[in-house]
């Protein structure tokens, strides 16, 4: 069965430094990687994905995301974190031929101003 | 395009009533899918489908019906609410292919008492 694990519960980080949200996922086959960000009471929004390719992704408002098959990660990562980026992020995988796209249990990410 | 919509936006039941969420989609999408999120627990699948009359359970189906009599609509049924089924419930949809990122309703926000 497909799995998803985000192991920090909240990342803290400074107005303006590197941000990073850690994903490791578990498929049987070949996976495809999704990060979404929710704002409160929102619902989510889709960040970017890995399907195929260059290990490195680049999406939606400055967030890329580094694909890593022998460690099996997707880090999502931002080189300066705004205090707008103040969200809960979610990891999600599939692998081919699954309908079921699993989550994990999001992080809470808070950047200080 | 309205995306993805959902009605109502909160409700509060009494233990052993039932009641419709409802979601609708305008993007032609083939997948629907349906997601209860608790705290901690990230986003959890109730139920899914791949296109109009095709259903199948997803990781938390007790307690709760769907159907897909066409392609923009998928309501989910709740038959005898319980107070563990509290909780925020998301739709989502998306072409189909493993590969293909969901879009997400603003949520329905349900309280059982």
């Known amino acids: 069965a497909q799995s998803v694990a985000q192991p920090e519960d909240q990342v803290n980080v400074a107005e303006g430094n590197p941000l990073t949200v850690k994903c490791t996922y578990s498929?049987?086959?070949?996976?495809?990687l999704f990060w979404y960000v929710q704002y409160p009471n929102r619902g989510l929004q889709f960040l970017l994905k890995?399907?195929?390719?260059?290990?490195l992704v680049k999406g939606s408002y400055g967030f890329e995301a580094e694909f890593n098959k022998s460690q099996t990660s997707f880090h999502l990562k931002k080189p300066s974190a705004l205090v707008s980026d103040s969200a809960l992020y979610f990891c999600?995988?599939?692998?081919?031929?699954?309908?079921?796209?699993?989550f994990g249990k999001g992080n809470q990410v808070v950047v200080i101003p | 395009n309205a995306g993805v919509t959902q009605t109502p936006k909160f409700q509060v039941l009494k233990t052993g009533q039932s009641m419709t969420l409802q979601c609708a989609q305008d993007?032609?999408?083939?997948?629907m899918s349906w997601y209860r999120q608790d705290p901690g627990m990230g986003l959890r699948l109730i139920h899914y489908?791949?296109?109009?009359?095709?259903?199948d359970q997803g990781e938390v189906p007790n307690g709760y019906n769907v159907s897909r009599s066409t392609t923009e609509d998928f309501p989910l049924r709740l038959l005898s609410a319980a107070p563990s089924q509290t909780s925020v419930y998301f739709c989502?949809?998306?072409?189909?292919?493993?590969?293909?990122?969901?879009?997400f309703g603003p949520g329905t926000r349900l309280t059982v008492l």
């Open positions: 890995y399907i195929t390719g260059d290990n």
């Open positions: 498929v049987s086959g070949n996976p495809y």
């Open positions: 993007m032609n999408h083939e997948y």
């Open positions: 999600a995988v599939r692998d081919y031929g699954n309908n079921r796209l699993a």
């Open positions: 989502a949809s998306s072409y189909s292919g493993a590969y293909n990122e969901q879009f």
């Open positions: 489908s791949v296109g109009a009359g095709i259903t």
